[in-house]
């Protein structure tokens, strides 16, 4: 049984795109883990937690959700 843990800062991903996130790591724990059995994606947990840009650093600074933005612009 997978436990896959994402941690990002609020703010940057949609609701879309968790939705989305969420399901396409779902769908490559099964292809992987699961070798494909499509009975294995109820064995799939995935959680994503998002927490204040406040608590990251970044080489020493801390990061608004506006830079990381920035730098990783939002997935198509």
């Given at each position: 049984?997978?436990?896959?843990?994402?941690?990002?800062?609020?703010?940057?991903?949609?609701?879309?795109?968790?939705?989305?996130?969420?399901?396409?790591?779902?769908?490559?724990?099964?292809?992987?883990?699961g070798r494909g059995d499509p009975?294995?994606?109820?064995?799939?947990?995935?959680?994503?937690?998002?927490?204040?840009?406040?608590?990251?650093?970044?080489?020493?600074?801390?990061?608004?959700?506006?830079?990381i933005a920035s730098k990783f612009?939002?997935?198509?």
């Open positions: 049984m997978p436990f896959v843990h994402v941690q990002t800062i609020n703010g940057i991903l949609s609701d879309d795109q968790k939705a989305e996130m969420l399901r396409r790591i779902t769908d490559l724990m099964v292809e992987i883990e009975s294995f994606r109820s064995s799939v947990w995935v959680r994503i937690d998002e927490h204040a840009p406040s608590h990251w650093s970044l080489g020493g600074m801390i990061p608004t959700s506006e830079m612009p939002p997935i198509a």
